[in-house]
């Protein structure tokens, strides 16, 4: 059976009664939990049930059950809506937290797969007695209890993950192609350049070693990200990937030259 995990919300609303409530230590469990949630809106914390839960959030059944090719009705799980005309949430039990992923067609979202952030907090979904900001008032539609959802069908786990690879490829090819129109260079100056990085050190205030890694893009070598992150990687304690992409991503040409190296 599943032990549940809650989050009080404020009463006709989608606002969370505390703040930072996607972590665990401010979230309610278990039946020691109905008292406080008395007289509130109650959202199920997905991620932090025990097992985690994974909600089908359905928001146009016209168009997501025909995407989905099933029908919600006959998945054998907790079934509930909101009031809201098309709109259901069908609940399962995960092995492990997912990240959700919203599906849209025509500009518009028809279902979302729901549980987790991608850093791995909860994301919560209203179950009744809840009130929706609407006026209408969330209710189930079949009689089989959250604690006795059944796991998430492999239909719609393999559906999940081609949706995540799909969104991830798509962002990957998105990404800006880093040009700074190199021309042609030559052994010697590549190997000037790395020379007068060798006498300066990595490990330096950050406004420097922003500076530096502008002067090295200025010089035009065809390597020079390569030998920026080389240079970079001489402070391992403090190199950053993420950081170094972010500043190479943000340079602009004509602030800075190799005069800033030589200084």
């Known amino acids: 059976r599943v032990k549940l995990a809650f989050v009080p919300m404020q009463r006709g609303t989608k606002k969370p009664m505390r703040k930072n409530w996607n972590k ?7 039946d020691d939990a109905l ?49 809201k005309p098309n709109s259901l949430k069908v609940f ?23 549980c987790a952030t991608k850093d791995g907090l909860t994301v919560s979904d209203c179950i009744p007695p809840s009130i929706h900001p609407l006026g209408t008032a969330y209710r189930w539609l079949n009689d089989i209890a959250l604690t006795d959802a059944p796991p998430m069908p492999e239909q719609l786990l393999d559906d999940r993950h081609v949706r995540i690879a799909e969104r991830d490829a798509t962002k ?16 010697r100056s590549e190997a000037l350049l790395r020379k ?8 330096c205030d950050r406004d420097i070693w922003v500076q530096v890694i502008f002067a090295i893009l200025s010089t035009g070598q065809t390597q020079a990200v390569s030998i920026a992150q080389s240079w970079s990687e001489g402070a391992p304690d403090r190199f950053n990937i993420r950081d170094f992409n972010a500043t190479i991503d943000s340079y602009r040409s004509g602030h800075y030259s190799t005069g800033t190296l030589d200084y």
């Open 24 to 30: 665990r230590e401010n979230c309610l469990f278990g």
């Open 35 to 83: 008292d406080q949630l008395s007289g509130h809106n109650v959202a199920l914390a997905l991620a932090y049930c025990d097992p985690p839960m994974g909600c089908l959030d359905i928001d146009d059944t016209t168009t997501a059950l025909g995407l989905l090719r099933l029908a919600a009705m006959a998945l054998g799980a907790p079934v509930c809506t909101s009031g």
């Open 92 to 114: 399962f039990k995960l092995e492990k937290p997912l990240e959700s992923i919203a599906v849209k067609q025509n500009g518009r979202v028809s279902f979302e797969y729901r």
């Open 172 to 187: 990957q090819t998105a990404q800006p192609i880093r040009s700074f129109e190199f021309t042609c260079d030559s052994p």
């Open 196 to 203: 007068l990085l060798d006498y300066i050190n990595p490990d």
